[in-house]
């Protein structure tokens, strides 16, 4: 049975560190996506700091567009479609986008305008995409390359017990 614990870090590599092994007990046994999306997101609300928005939109293959999945926060944008906002940017090309002023970024999707910085993480499963990973901080520059390698090892996680 999982039991969460408090992270104890001197750095992100510690504190993403924790994630992950946090993550990797959450998630043992269980191969459901809702729940395992559900958990993760959950997690990294309780633990990340400064956020004010966490969690999934899925790819929909037969829409070409990403779908509000699983989140902690307030009401959230329903249909991304691909190449729009960060999310949908992050999905066309398929790789994390770390965004220090959202403001500056072209073609925005302000579901918060309280958000400020922004941080997205593909998840990927034999090169097909399921979705991504979006968190969101009321900060400007809240987010750096640490947290995309971070959120990129939790996504790892995730693949490892979730069936999609």
């Given at each position: ?22 993550l990797d007990h959450l998630l043992a ?136």
């Amino acid at each position: 049975m999982f039991t969460e614990s408090a992270i104890e870090a001197n750095n992100k590599q510690q504190f993403y560190g924790q994630i992950a092994e946090q993550l990797d007990h959450l998630l043992a046994g269980e191969a459901n996506a809702i729940a395992n999306l559900s958990n993760m997101s959950s997690l990294l609300n309780l633990h990340l700091k400064d956020i004010n928005w966490v969690g999934f939109y899925l790819w929909s293959e037969g829409d070409g567009e990403l779908i509000l999945g699983p989140f902690q926060g307030k009401p959230a944008c329903i249909r991304i479609p691909s190449g729009k906002g960060v999310c949908g940017a992050a999905a066309a090309k398929r790789e994390p986008m770390v965004v220090e002023d959202v403001f500056s970024f072209p073609g925005h999707i302000a579901c918060d305008p309280a958000s400020r910085s922004e941080v997205v993480v593909p998840i990927l499963v034999d090169g097909k995409l399921i979705g991504v990973l979006d968190i969101d901080s009321p900060t400007a520059a809240r987010f750096d390359e640490h947290d995309a390698k971070g959120l990129e090892r939790a996504i790892g996680i995730l693949c490892k017990h979730t069936q999609f």
